[in-house]
Antibody
Framework: QVQLVESGGGVVQPGRSLRLSCVGSGFTFGIYTMHWVRQAPGKGPEWVGLISDDGTRKYYGDSVKGRFTISRDNSGNTLYLQMNSLTAEDTGVYFC????????????WGQGTLVTVSS | QSALTQPASVSGSPGQSITISCTGTSSDLGVYNYVSWYQQHPGKAPKLMIYDVTNRPSGVSNRFSGSKSGNTASLTISGLQAEDEAYYYCNSYTTSSTLVFGTGTRVTVL
């Protein structure tokens, strides 16, 4: 069955960087668009961005554009989220998700990894 | 890109039908049919319930249905059950090639 496991979360100081990983299994990783979605404590989900199956197309939400970078390693079934210049507003649970055959929908989700930006 | 607008809460008795609205603009769901709905139970990841306005992924109950008219999309839950108590979020593609979620609706089964 489809499984997604995020890692890399933790406590980080404002202004610092952090890289999250998401390992996929149970499906052919390299043929699906992948998404990152985050959720601040007590708030609704916020779309962070996506990367196409071959990694050539990337789209980002306005609040992270220019600071976050999504990449992938299809040979290792791994999705990454590089987060720079972190602020307290970036605190939350970060989910990776696999798209449906249509790229714009997140059909399978990981359990999430918590990122806390605090001094 | 502003969040899509949803009512904060909707409630109904078991067996009843409820409808959740999601209002956008001419920059998102008013011009695209890339509209989806997600269900989220506390402490869990969201679950895709509806995509392309009206389609259900495999395994989602046919008690869930979606529609759209103009700038407003709707999710209807028929035959409300206790397990349907959760938060529901709409989502739409936008003219900026991004995705935007709704503000969220808490569904309570009385």
């Amino acid at each position: 069955q489809v499984q997604l496991v995020e890692s890399g979360g933790g406590v980080v100081q404002p202004g610092r960087s952090l890289r999250l990983s998401c390992v996929g299994s149970g499906f052919t990783f390299g043929i699906y668009t992948m998404h990152w979605v985050r959720q601040a404590p007590g708030k609704g989900p916020e779309w962070v961005g996506l990367i196409s199956d071959d990694g050539t197309r990337k789209y980002y939400g306005d609040s992270v554009k220019g600071r976050f970078t999504i990449s992938r390693d299809n040979s290792g079934n791994t999705l990454y989220l590089q987060m720079n210049s972190l602020t307290a507003e970036d605190t939350g649970v970060y989910f990776c998700a696999r798209a449906l055959s249509s790229a714009w929908y997140s059909a399978y989700w990981g359990q999430g990894t918590l990122v806390t930006v605090s001094s | 890109q502003s969040a899509l607008t949803q009512p904060a809460s909707v409630s109904g008795s078991p067996g009843q039908s409820i409808t959740i609205s999601c209002t956008g603009t001419s920059s998102d769901l008013g011009v695209y049919n890339y509209v989806s709905w997600y269900q989220q139970h506390p402490g869990k990841a969201p679950k895709l319930m509806i995509y392309d306005v009206t389609n259900r992924p495999s395994g989602v109950s046919n008690r869930f249905s979606g529609s759209k008219s103009g700038n407003t999309a709707s999710l209807t839950i028929s035959g409300l059950q206790a397990e349907d108590e959760a938060y529901y979020y709409c989502n739409s593609y936008t003219t900026s090639s991004t995705l935007v979620f709704g503000t969220g609706t808490r569904v309570t089964v009385l």
